[in-house]
Nanobody, 113 residues
Framework: QVQLVESGGGSVQVGGSLTLSCAAS????????MAWYRQTPGKHRGMVAW???????SVIDAVKGRFTITRDNAKKMIYLQMSDLNTEDTAVYYC???????WGQGTQVTVSS
């Protein structure tokens, strides 16, 4: 049974930083692409960052230079380091395994001015 558990969300002020973590179990983690998505009320859940099994990262343009995705295959963890946060980054952030597809429960990030 696949289980993804996010942590690290919270409330910060504009310009602040947070690091999200996602612990995976029940999957052959080291061979799976992983991603972070985010969703705000009334909007589609969209991808923020993607990382290959070997650790090659990609992020969307809106967060380039501010967000970094990394993984630790030994610990079965992925991380999203977020800096220079702005109010548009406020969302529920979800961890996702690509195949098998599975989602975490989400963690709220709130950025206030």
């Amino acid at each position: 049974q696949v289980q993804l558990v996010e942590s690290g969300g919270g409330s910060v002020q504009v310009g602040g930083s947070l690091t999200l973590s996602c612990a995976a179990s029940g999957i052959p983690f080291s061979g799976i692409d992983m991603a972070w998505y985010r969703q705000t009320p009334g909007k589609h859940r969209g991808m923020v960052a993607w990382i290959s099994p070997g650790g090659s990262p990609s992020v969307i343009d809106a967060v380039k230079g501010r967000f970094t995705i990394t993984r630790d295959n030994a610990k079965k963890m992925i991380y999203l380091q977020m800096s220079d946060l702005n109010t548009e980054d406020t969302a529920v952030y979800y961890c996702k395994s690509i195949a098998p597809e599975s989602w975490g429960q989400g963690t709220q990030v709130t950025v206030s001015s």
